[in-house]
């Protein structure tokens, strides 16, 4: 933080543009209000979801706040922070850039073949919480489905046991292994909104340790854990908390989405609609014109 702050002095910026990562980010903005040089926040901390109390950073040191949820300017305009959306950067995927046949053949996977992606998790808490379960549920829907291939993906910096050779394992292009899949189990997180955005079908879950899991509920302000559900306001995927996240509740939710179903045909309808209100490409464009309407250069 020192270092940073010895920075901002030497360079004396017209503005400090701050992008997620709240932790670090809050702290700097305090720290450099001294400095007198106004900050624009993008990808704003989810404080509708935890810690609401740090909206007093917003108040006090923040200049102009800049939203990917649609959800997000009337959650902090109603407590006095003015907020603009400029849209998800997810709107700008169009795809794997990795042909279906290139990414088969790299794991060996017939033509004809469906795959069913677990994706555990960044943090290695999540992989111990989640992997072992999420195999379980796919070896379930295996016994049923003999076509289905189980592909992990790896998240850098985590490790996971060997489950044996039928277990395919993609650590370098999540994108693709999302946009092949027939559908996927996936821990709640950004994941969960890719797999929306590419329209794969999935089963979101979440567990934590039994202390975690109870002050989870306690602090959440939230009704939903999963970004596709929390954008449109209501349940377009199935969502499996703590003690619901067993093998055979995932197997039970997944098995109709691997199908022509019409659960699976309601799930991608309300895919569309999430992808509707990410707003169009460019968001990258209206965030910087965004800033440049505030920014005055030159400044003593």
């Known amino acids: 933080m020192g270092e940073s702050l010895g920075e901002l002095r030497r360079l004396r910026p017209d503005r400090i543009i701050l992008i997620d990562y709240p932790g670090f980010n809050l702290r700097l903005a305090k720290n450099s209000h001294k400095l007198n ?14 810690k ?16 990917i949820f649609p959800f997000e300017p009337d959650w902090f305009q ?30 060996n996977i017939k033509t004809a073949d469906r795959i069913l992606l677990l ?56 994108r693709s292994a999302i946009n092949y899949s027939t559908a996927a189990v996936t821990t709640s997180g950004t994941a969960s909104l890719e797999c929306a955005v590419l329209d ?12 975690s899991g109870f002050l989870a509920k306690r602090l959440s302000k939230t009704q939903y854990v999963s970004m596709a559900n929390l954008i449109s306001g209501r349940e377009i ?23 022509s179903t019409n659960d699976r045909r309601a799930m991608l309808d309300g895919f569309s609609e999430v992808r509707r209100t990410l707003g169009l490409p460019g968001v990258y464009d209206r965030a910087a014109g965004a800033i440049l309407k505030r920014t005055t250069y030159g400044k003593p």
């Open 52 to 67: 609401e109390n740090r909206i007093k950073y917003f108040h006090q040191f923040i200049d102009q706040s800049l939203s």
């Open 37 to 50: 040089i106004p900050i624009t926040y993008f990808i704003l901390p989810q404080l509708w979801a935890w």
């Open 119 to 174: 994706l555990p998790g960044s943090r290695q808490q999540e992989i111990d919480y989640h992997l072992e379960v999420y195999i379980d549920a796919a070896r379930e829907v295996q016994k049923s489905e003999q076509d289905i291939k189980i592909l992990i993906g790896k998240a850098p910096g985590v490790s996971m046991p060997d489950f044996g050779g039928d277990i395919l394992v993609e650590s370098d292009d999540i």
């Open 237 to 259: 995927v199935p969502e499996l908390l703590q003690n619901e996240v067993k093998p055979q509740n995932i197997a039970k939710e997944i098995k109709p989405l691997i199908n």
């Open 78 to 107: 109603s407590r006095g922070v003015k907020t603009e959306y400029v849209g998800h950067p997810f709107s700008e995927i169009t795809g794997s850039e990795t042909p279906r046949d290139i990414f088969y053949k790299k794991h």
């Open 200 to 211: 794969t079908p999935e089963v979101v879950c979440y567990k934590l340790s039994r202390v």
